[in-house]
């Protein structure tokens, strides 16, 4: 599970972004619950923070972020707007939320505002929503939608922080001796 979460989730992992999310399959990586909370044991007390988002029979969503970051990104002026425009309140811990956001990925409907959680531009995120996915300049880490060159820039950033972090896990390194 470390190594996947290192691939997906390395520049959250970095502080390079508030948070990440990744697919943990149930049939390859058993007892979920349990190394999650493993990993928040160790990894909280550097503000790191493991959560599953939702989860079926087969798989679970799984997000990695880095607290104080996330919390900071959702106070952020246009973003607090945004979540207010979905329905999120005013004032509200990154808890409380992320426990709403956990509601919402249960609805049919996508929930959008999960891109605010990731850091994702908010005009690339409106770009999502009116366009329904469609006639992006740039498909990296999400779908951009303006500023192309700065986002292949953090994309390349992003890259480069995986690799950096799965060579060290690779090599025999576990996310508490990596982080802590």
């Known amino acids: 599970m470390e190594k996947l ?10 502080g390079i972004k508030p948070s990440n999310i990744v ?33 079926c029979e087969k798989k679970a969503l ?3 972020y880095r607290k104080k970051l996330l919390e900071k990104t959702l106070q952020e002026d246009g973003v607090k707007s ?5 329905g999120y309140p005013e004032k509200g811990s ?27 531009p908010l005009h690339d995120i ?4 009116y366009h329904r996915g469609e006639g992006c300049l740039l498909c990296g880490e999400w779908k951009v939608y303006k500023n192309a060159d700065e986002a292949e820039k953090l994309f390349h950033r992003f890259g480069t922080c995986r690799r950096a972090l799965c060579r ?10 990596v982080f802590c």
């Open 62 to 64: 799984v997000m990695v």
């Open 94 to 120: 990154v808890a409380e939320y992320l426990e709403i956001l956990k509601k919402n990925l249960k609805k049919e409907e996508f929930s959008h505002e999960i891109g605010a959680f990731l850091g994702y």
């Open 126 to 129: 409106y770009g999502f929503m």
């Open 23 to 55: 697919t943990c399959y149930k049939n390859k990586i058993k007892n979920i619950n349990e190394k999650i909370e493993k990993l928040n044991n160790e990894l909280n007390k550097k503000g790191i923070y493991v959560e599953i988002l939702c989860e």
């Open 168 to 177: 060290k896990v690779q090599s025999g390194k576990t996310l508490e001796q």
């Open 5 to 14: 979460i290192a691939y997906h989730c390395a520049p959250a992992l970095a």
């Open 82 to 86: 945004f979540l207010v425009s979905m």
